[in-house]
């Protein structure tokens, strides 16, 4: 069964990170854009990687310009914006593209019929929740408030391996 421990992704400073590191965490994933009417949610998703990370949670940030041109920066330009106006700490990656033949394994596995969400990303701030085990559990479209996915993280951070 394919996990999120079966990729590999570039961070913002083109190291890879193998996402094996992430499992027995609840992770969230997105696909985030600094010009986007969504853009707000980033200080939600910080919210939640504060209060949560310290019983095994994090958020994943993976810009991606596809949806309007809502990403036009470079890395570093996108990590000084989140970490200056929203104070993200979570790790955020190499800009790329999350649907088409350009998206990455991992946007094809998220977004494949294999995990029961066979259907393109539609904008910016679509969410992915990741269990303990790398299996994807729920997907969220953008409008989705970051609270509003703390009932679904609760009941994986108390679930049992």
């Given at each position: 069964?394919?996990?999120l421990a079966n990729f590999t992704a570039n961070l913002g400073d083109g190291r890879q990170q193998p996402l094996a590191d992430y499992l027995g965490q609840v992770v969230l994933i997105v696909n985030t854009?600094?010009?986007c009417g969504y853009t707000r949610q980033y200080a939600g998703l910080q919210e939640l990687q504060e209060a949560l990370v310290t019983r095994g949670f994090t958020v994943l940030g993976f810009p991606c310009n596809q949806?309007?041109?809502q990403e036009p920066g470079e890395a570093a330009e996108i990590e000084a914006f989140c970490s200056t106006r929203f104070g993200v700490a979570?790790?955020?990656f190499a800009k790329g593209d999350v649907n088409g033949a350009?998206?990455?394994p991992l946007w094809q596995w998220l977004t494949g019929a294999a995990n029961g969400?066979?259907?393109p990303v539609k904008w910016n701030f679509t969410k992915f929740l990741i269990d303990r085990r790398g299996r994807l559990v729920k997907r969220y479209e953008p409008a989705a408030e970051p609270h509003?996915?703390?009932p679904d993280i609760e009941v994986l951070l108390n679930a049992a391996g």
């Open positions: 069964m394919t996990t854009a600094s010009e949806f309007g041109g979570f790790p955020l350009a998206a990455s969400h066979p259907h509003e996915l703390l």
